[in-house]
């Protein structure tokens, strides 16, 4: 700002914001009706393919942008969908420092964006209303135990809901999971192919689907082949439980001598114990754990771990979810009409639809027990005793 400028009391002209370009400049540029704009940047009416490419033309040149409340009123939607994680309900945690959330989350975030909407992560709960300020067009949720409130509340509101995880008792429109059992029964035949004698089972005390199952598989394997069940479980929210858990395990008079973890840092937290009892990884102790963690290629030694695939599953739940909203049958054979009147699954309609996505089992050093070293004798001279 110039002297001059300040002792008038005038603004520069270089101060003055630029006005942002409204639908009647695009049509008064284009030369046409306000209704034509909207028709031909809504990919509506019936126009001209030269009449529309001009009005497109015009509104990127002046950098026309719908306002968002034109179209909410437009389309009775907001163009938001949002992202949370219930599992654990009220307990404080921190999902984006899972590699599997913090995959999902990304791969959702593009997947959104990909068909025009925006992604919002909101916390399962707040002393603050943020669920109340924001108008969500359809909502995704990650894990949600059993009777959900959250589910059970958005479900009232008409708001659809898809959920990575089967749901359970929740009323969700759709569900989209990885068949948890037979991964874990992978991983025990795994084990036990390895040499496994006793395998034990780090789990956790939430009552979401992936732990229930998960442990419910191996409890049945543990049935089926007579082996007394060694697990210890613990609140897989809080990280420091799950070393303490971890400890417990390995400190058992029936210590197994192979160890399956359900969570991303168990990991770490096994070898971290096994060190601290004097057990060799795999010789003595092998380990598999559930993670998308790229660290586990790099520790010492490098551990076996179960893929969930979590950016598959993130694009699905909100295409899924996307569809609902929009009333587009997803490919799966569903009536979308039928099943989501207006805009969610009424509890008359039986069972969600379901989407299993599969896994993937990452074998490195820390499941496979070293192969005995030989010693070869050279070969004796001819007629030597």
């Not at 009536?335 to 009424?346: S, Y």
């Not at 008359?348 to 299993?356: K, R, S």
């Amino acid at each position: 700002m110039t002297a001059a400028a300040n002792q008038s009391g005038r603004r520069p002209t270089t101060s003055r914001r630029l006005e942002r370009a409204g639908i009647r400049d695009v049509a008064a540029a284009a030369g046409v009706s306000i209704t034509t704009v909207s028709d031909a940047l809504n990919g509506k009416g019936r126009l001209p393919d030269e009449t529309r490419s001009r009005v497109r033309e015009v509104a990127e040149r002046l950098g026309y942008r719908p306002s968002a409340a034109a179209r909410t009123l437009r389309t009775g939607r907001s163009g938001l969908i949002g992202l949370t994680v219930t599992t654990y309900g009220e307990e404080p945690f921190t999902f984006t420092e899972f590699a599997y959330f913090a995959e999902m989350a990304r791969a959702a975030t593009s997947a959104a964006l990909g068909r025009g909407y925006a992604l919002v992560v909101l916390p399962a709960s707040s002393r603050h209303d943020v669920w109340g300020n924001i108008a969500l067009d359809g909502t995704v949720v990650i894990d949600p135990p059993d009777q959900d409130p959250l589910v059970s509340e958005l479900y009232r509101s008409g708001v659809p809901v898809v959920s990575d995880g089967k749901p359970g008792n929740c009323p969700v429109t759709a569900w989209v999971d990885n068949d948890h059992e037979a991964a874990v029964l992978g991983i025990l035949d795994h084990l036990s192919e390895a040499g496994a004698r006793r395998i034990g089972l780090l789990t956790g005390t939430s009552t979401d689907t992936y732990t229930r199952l998960s442990t419910e598989a191996y409890l049945g394997w543990c049935a089926k082949v007579g082996q007394e069940p060694v697990y210890e479980a613990y609140p897989a929210h809080d990280p420091a439980a799950g070393a303490v858990a971890a400890d417990r395990l390995l400190a058992r008079p029936d210590r197994p001598d192979a160890v399956y973890g359900l969570f991303d840092p168990n990991g770490t937290d096994l070898l971290a114990a096994a060190r601290r009892y004097g057990l060799r990884v795999p010789d003595d102790l092998l380990l598999v754990c559930c993670s998308e963690s790229d660290v586990y290629a790099a520790t010492e030694p490098p551990i076996t771990t179960l893929s969930l695939k979590p950016r598959k599953i993130g694009t699905t739940v909100v295409n899924l979810l996307i569809d609902a909203i929009e009333g587009v049958d997803s490919g799966t054979g569903v009536d979308i009409a039928r099943l989501f009147p207006p805009r969610f699954r009424t509890a008359g309609n039986g069972p969600p639809p379901g989407t299993l996505m599969p896994t993937e089992l990452i074998v490195r050093a820390s499941s496979q027990r070293r192969s005995p070293r030989t010693t070869v004798s050279p070969p004796r001279p001819p007629g030597e005793v």
